[in-house]
């Protein structure tokens, strides 16, 4: 059984169907890749995935349970993480305010952010957990910077980190290098496969960039005009000429 699967998606906004029965699965630790044009419903469907939006057709299971119908929150306690295209940090805080209030929240205790900024010590616990994350997303210089003095990359990391220490099975990324430049963008696909490597947590990543989606996922799903065109291992998929005509071009070597 998948980590993840979804089966038949379909999605119609009025007489436009969006989606047209959509598959993917993800294994546990595995990390894969959804890229396709713009338009090709990959946003749509990312928002089926994460319960934004209820599909009109198809099955969403993730460890064996449907969530089709189960709401973000109670996805996000199965074991789902994610991260936004457009980054959503708190001004004022600094990078390890932003996890010690993640933190909080796995614990389930109330009032994260008032507690927070009405001075609630971290405990010796939250301050090792804090401290981990910081190191695995390479910010450890960064912990008591102000996040609006980061620079995108480093507030993209930030994101990152916040989706990280609340232990996810399954980590959803909606474009991370949305804004990035390309040392940026490598820096960031090197901070995930460290991330997989140290935590095995499994992967699916949006994504435009396609150096950074090689660098990163080991198996690939090309979506054109709301359906899968192609799947399989990156390398094969990226030369499958259907994908070069309907996404790279033809010239792409």
Do not use: W
């Not at 940090?89 to 933190?103: C, K, P, R």
């Not at 927070?116 to 010590?121: A, D, E, Q, T």
């Not at 220490?165 to 804004?179: H, K, N, Q």
């Not at 899968?228 to 994908?243: I, K, M, N, Q, S």
């Amino acid at each position: 059984m998948s980590l993840l699967e979804a089966v038949g998606i379909t999605k119609r906004f009025g007489g436009v169907m969006a989606l047209d029965d959509m598959s993917i699965d993800v294994e546990d630790g595995e990390a894969v890749g959804l890229v396709g044009p713009n338009g090709a419903g990959k946003t749509t469907f990312f928002n089926c995935l994460l319960g934004l939006l209820r599909p009109d057709a198809g099955r969403v299971t993730f460890k064996g349970v449907d969530i089709s119908r189960m709401p973000i929150h109670k996805r996000a306690r199965l074991g789902i993480g994610r991260t936004f295209q457009r980054v959503e940090l708190f001004a004022g805080l600094t990078v390890a305010d932003h996890l010690l209030i993640a933190e909080r929240a796995r614990q389930g205790r109330g009032g994260l952010l008032s507690d927070l900024v009405g001075g609630g010590r971290p405990t010796d616990d939250e301050r090792e957990r804090v401290a981990e994350i910081v190191d695995l997303v390479g910010l450890t210089g960064s912990a008591d910077v102000p996040v609006e003095a980061l620079s995108l990359g480093h507030a993209r990391l930030v994101e990152l980190g916040r989706a990280l220490i609340t232990e996810p099975d399954l980590l959803l990324l909606d474009e991370p290098s949305s804004g990035l430049d390309r040392v940026e963008s490598l820096a960031l696909a090197g901070v995930l496969r460290s991330m997989r490597e140290q935590k095995g947590t499994a992967v699916l990543l949006v994504e435009h960039d396609l150096e950074m989606v090689q660098r990163v996922v080991t198996r690939l799903f090309v979506v054109d005009s709301g359906a899968v065109l192609a799947a399989g291992p990156c390398h094969e998929v990226l030369g499958d000429e259907r994908v070069r005509l309907a996404y790279l071009g033809r010239g792409v070597a």
